[in-house]
DNA sequence: CATGAATGAGCCTTCATTCAT
DNA sequence: AATGAATGAAGGCTCATTCAT
């Protein structure tokens, strides 16, 4: 009765059960050795499979790096907006980016490592992605400072566009900095810090006096 | 008479023309094609040598990206001591070390893109010199910091050590998105907007109603 | 009632079907490709059956190619023998024999470039086959020789082994000209010319003035 | 004094001398396994050089088998037109052709079984040099059929296309067979009785009786 | 009988490095 | 010091064949 659904379920689940054993090997092996460094054999042996069964999932290495962004690193980007709309007022939207971000590239150390030296890269190989993960976190700041603005706790004089780097230039570089730190210590600890440099800055009121540019 | 010195000045000359021709070269091929995928024919070809002539001066392939690391990158974060100590202030100095970060990074584009893909590496191939550099921004912003605090201008509730990642983030993520961008806008013009959210971050002063953390 | 029979049938039917179907698909790749180039998975796309099909058929790549030649090559070769049968005189059969053989390479293509090729080879994957269809060829030249040497058609002078290489050799090359042309033209249009130059040759009779050896 | 030259001359012999190990070596190799069964490693091997010399002289496997045809093979067919040009008639010159051919592919057995087995493969790797010796035979079968025509030793009623497939198909099969046969008879025998066939055909003066077409 | 996912041996090719000249 | 031919280890990928379902 159930046996041929359970069949197919079966199938179906090795077969994603396969794909993402490859996937989240490839991570790990990428994380470690960088992409070209990285072996198809280590892939496939750190998978628990033959070499030429990569090639049943992917068309080649540089497929596997291309499913991995469009899956792994696309699903954090995608929980990024979650969390900022679940808070109300812009800073508390700011807050929850940074603190997501943070924490789940914490949970998923690989893939931050993976990402961190993509997107440092000349000639991306997945250049596509890469544009529309900024894209979109480019939409979730805009929304921010617009929101902020009308809440009268952003400036109106900002160029969006940079604040946008400033925000995930300084929230990459703890990240980047953390994975290169010897001691775990808590990445998401960060987060509140972080804010309050992103809206309050380092100077003091005084800061006013000067005409900064 | 003056033969034999003008012939070891030539010889030296030599030789340094020849180590020098290699390790652009190698930054030309680096920034190009990735230190992995860059081959030492192809560096050898943009210097006018012969392949074997590399390992005269290079230990191997790996060699001379730490040559040119403990050359060309430390001669220009040693320009960004120099700058900041031309100026007096706090804030004139955190502006002379942006403005000099954005403008030695766009004259040198082929550095910035091997020193980008480099820093973002997890097994580095220059950790030693990296971890210098980092350790040297890191006293310039503390000394910014401090003088600021000093002089009234910069908070003094601030951990330096974010503080300065904050900073670099920032400035390094302007500088990759430079580098992606197809128009080649001037990047010094960055500096200035960047300071001014630096002292002053994105909020309007009714961000101090907020309890931030 | 002839449930069981039709069953059987059926089963032997859908057997021959798939065999057959393989044999066909094969020909098609072999003849797109080369024995070698041709790819089992290939052959099974084109037979409409998967790849591990072909296994409970055929014992391996290699057979496949034999049984080609035991089944559409010999049946090929044993129309050759009923068109000579058909003829009375030694001149016609050589014109039917002639005639058969372009238009069964002309309407069978894929066949007879497997054919070219295969027999052409070093290291034959199916030297008994090619050594039975050669002897065949050999007893009917030798027969329309010796036929044609009592009607005293023939000349009696003769090595029938080179005969027979004289013949099939032209007849081969014509076909592989006809193989490699961009234009389809009509390849038993060759068969009288052929049988006549097979016949008189290129001389004239004051050829016979000349002691050829 | 001579030592430079000696030098430069050791050197390009040198260079030479592998370049042509490797073609030679490689020819053995297709002769013996086939084109496709044939490896780059057992190529190397026998010319005695590392696997990663053969692509200091050859782009890649495929270019061996190129260079070889327009080399080795072009080689002989130039000799075939020096032969023909020996002799005044156009009955010796025939004889001549045949003869040499004859010669040069028993001379060269590994060229020959290389040669048949691609001028006879569908998808041919050499098909501009094929086509171009192609064209040279048939020159050469023009002139002699012509010259022929004009002596009076050759019917005028004749499509030289034809003529040409039907000498070298002859001259071809009866190579072909040699390279099968177990016992190395003499091939250049075969000249001779060959031209003859070519000259009369296999008719008596009789077969003038029967219309032929 | 039929399937097709899985295997892993094997091949072509690249390239860092060496060394005789 | 300089050359560049030669090396050979190593890696990506293919594909004939097997076997659990």
Redesign the pocket.
């Known amino acids: 009765m159930a046996q041929l659904g359970d ?1 197919i379920i ?2 179906r689940d ?2 994603n ?2 794909y993402h054993r490859i996937l989240e090997a490839a991570i790990q092996v990428f994380a470690e050795q960088g992409f ?1 460094q ?5 892939i ?1 042996a750190r998978a ?10 992917f ?5 596997i790096l291309v499913h991995f962004f469009s899956y792994k690193t696309k699903q954090v980007f995608d929980r990024f907006r979650q969390e900022v709309n679940k808070a109300d007022t812009a800073v508390d939207k700011l807050r929850n980016l940074i603190r997501i971000h943070l924490e789940e590239f914490q949970r998923n150390k690989e893939m931050a490592v993976v990402y961190q030296a993509e997107i440092h890269q000349k000639s991306r190989l997945v250049e596509a992605q890469i544009r529309e993960m900024a894209k979109m976190y480019f939409g979730i700041v805009t929304e921010i400072v617009e929101q902020g603005q009308i809440e009268g706790y952003v400036r109106k004089d900002l160029y969006v566009g940079l604040v946008k780097r400033f925000i995930l230039g300084a929230v990459d570089e703890v990240i980047n900095t953390w994975l290169h730190s010897e001691d775990q210590y808590d990445l998401a600890l960060m987060a509140d810090p972080l804010v309050e440099l992103f809206f309050k800055g380092i100077g003091t009121s005084r800061i006013n006096e000067i005409v900064l540019h």
Chains 1, 2, 3, 4 share one sequence.
């Open positions: 069949y079966r199938r090795n077969h059960d396969k070209f990285a072996t198809v054999s280590q496939a628990g499979v033959a070499d030429g069964t990569i090639y049943l999932y068309k080649n290495k540089e497929d």
